[in-house]
């Protein structure tokens, strides 16, 4: 058997001298949990480009936060879980698939909202759900996890702004969603059914967030079970150890 690699090693092999933060949370985090350990040291190479690639730390937070939802999806012990299946095919998918009695159970695709998110941010919210929409495979739930920061983001209304995204699409508010990559309106309502739910964090970076909301898509193609999308949110709601 080969000498297991440290946990001081492995932060270092992964972010080498970047100084954002990211390395006191990683090792705490690896510490916490074999299983995210594990994790980090299966995909450290990729894990390692992804530091690399940040131009800055507001890129680090976006990949510390895909990196909090692997540790909080692997806290829970009846799931697995695969990361960026799809790049093997060379497209562009979720970041995870969670594999839940031996069976892909759904897609979780992570996006980090930049900046203060408050109750007026709707547009910030339109581009966030519209671009990843769009990256969703149709053969799968596929839930999309936002997270914010900042005082003001557990004041933001997930579920009122996502069916206000739905009455501008059912209005046929073409120029809005030709702005956010797509013919029009009714090509977004084609592509909707894609998007199984959205799972918002509000302070995805304290132990206990300060607000947990999971909206259902009631025009999805496949949907998410309930008992999945409890263990999708209660991950959250629970301290990370």
């Given at each position: 058997?080969?000498?297991r690699v440290?946990?001081?090693d492995?932060?270092?092999?992964?972010?080498?001298d970047?100084?954002?933060?990211l390395e006191?949370?990683?090792s705490?985090?690896?510490t916490?949990?074999?299983?995210?350990?594990a994790?980090?040291?299966?995909?450290?190479d990729?894990i390692g480009?992804k530091?690399?690639a940040?131009?800055?730390?507001e890129?680090?937070?976006?990949?510390?936060?895909?990196?909090?939802?692997?540790?909080?999806?692997?806290?829970?012990?009846r799931?697995?879980?695969?990361?960026?299946a799809?790049?093997?095919?060379?497209?562009?998918g979720?970041d995870?698939?969670?594999?839940y009695?031996?069976?892909?159970?759904?897609?979780v695709?992570v996006?980090?909202?930049r900046?203060?998110l408050?109750?007026?941010?709707?547009?910030?919210?339109a581009?966030a759900?519209c671009?990843?929409?769009?990256q969703?495979p149709?053969?799968?739930?596929?839930?999309v996890?936002?997270?914010?920061q900042?005082?003001?983001?557990?004041?933001f209304d997930?579920v009122?702004?996502m069916?206000?995204?739905r009455r501008?699409?059912?209005?046929?508010d073409?120029?809005?969603?030709a702005?956010?990559g797509?013919?029009?309106?009714?090509?977004?309502l084609r592509t909707?059914p894609?998007?199984?739910?959205v799972?918002?964090i509000?302070g995805?970076?304290a132990?206990?967030?300060?607000?947990?909301?999971?909206?259902?898509?009631?025009?999805?193609?496949h949907q998410v079970?309930?008992?999945?999308?409890?263990?999708?949110?209660?991950?959250?709601m629970?301290?990370?150890?």
């Amino acid at each position: 058997m080969g000498t297991r690699v440290s946990v001081a090693d492995l932060v270092w092999a992964i972010c080498g001298d970047r100084s954002e933060g990211l390395e006191a949370w990683l090792s705490g985090r690896m510490t916490a949990s074999p299983r995210f350990r594990a994790f980090i040291e299966e995909h450290r190479d990729k894990i390692g480009k992804k530091v690399r690639a940040a131009r800055d730390a507001e890129g680090i937070r976006d990949l510390a936060l895909e990196l909090e939802t692997a540790y909080r999806l692997l806290s829970e012990r009846r799931f697995a879980l695969r990361y960026e299946a799809y790049a093997a095919g060379k497209t562009r998918g979720p970041d995870f698939t969670v594999i839940y009695k031996e069976r892909p159970a759904c897609n979780v695709e992570v996006k980090r909202l930049r900046g203060a998110l408050n109750a007026s941010a709707f547009g910030k919210w339109a581009n966030a759900v519209c671009d990843k929409t769009a990256q969703l495979p149709p053969s799968i739930a596929n839930v999309v996890l936002i997270g914010a920061q900042g005082r003001d983001a557990a004041r933001f209304d997930a579920v009122d702004a996502m069916a206000r995204l739905r009455r501008l699409a059912e209005g046929g508010d073409d120029t809005f969603f030709a702005r956010r990559g797509y013919q029009d309106a009714r090509d977004f309502l084609r592509t909707l059914p894609r998007l199984s739910a959205v799972l918002y964090i509000a302070g995805w970076d304290a132990d206990v967030p300060d607000t947990v909301v999971l909206w259902a898509n009631a025009l999805a193609k496949h949907q998410v079970t309930p008992e999945v999308a409890r263990m999708l949110a209660g991950m959250w709601m629970q301290a990370a150890e």
